[in-house]
């Protein structure tokens, strides 16, 4: 019975790790885009992701662990630039820049980091129990 209380725990994080896998790449496709600008007028620039997360039901363990819901686009207003010899400036000459402030997606990569390290300290904390458990057993 405690064998199987560690598995759970074990599939909890690893479900946790994958989701804040996922959120660490799309903050880092964020800042590696924070300067994409367009290239004809009109064009807009990047737009940042965000991700969501769910509790779904894991059937093979029978409780709930986080999954990604959605990837979608941020839909706060770009960024304008004064810069009439850019190729996307419009006919005032401005520019539209990405809607990614790089502070904040550093402080969500550190956020998300933390949350990774927890999962990954419970899951080598489960194994370090279930090793022992086997010690034990294999005592008798």
Avoid at 27 to 45: F, V
Avoid at 64 to 91: C, L, N, W, Y
Avoid at 95 to 111: A, Q, S, Y
């Amino acid at each position: 019975m405690a064998q199987d209380n560690l598995l759970k725990t074990l599939s909890i994080s690893a479900a946790g790790m994958k989701a804040q896998g996922t959120r660490l790449r799309i903050i880092s496709q964020n800042i590696a885009n924070a300067n994409s600008l367009g290239t004809q007028p009109g064009e807009d620039p990047y737009r940042r992701q965000t991700v969501t997360f769910k509790n779904m039901l894991d059937d093979s363990i029978g409780l709930e662990t986080v999954r990604i819901d959605r990837i979608r686009e941020d839909q706060s207003k770009f960024g304008m630039v004064f810069d009439p010899a850019h190729p996307s400036a419009d006919e005032n000459g401005y520019i539209r820049t990405p809607n990614v402030n790089t502070l904040i997606e550093m402080m969500d990569m550190k956020e998300a980091q933390r949350s990774y390290e927890a999962n990954l300290n419970v899951i080598k904390n489960s194994k370090q129990m279930l090793m022992k458990t086997i010690d034990i057993l294999a005592a008798r």
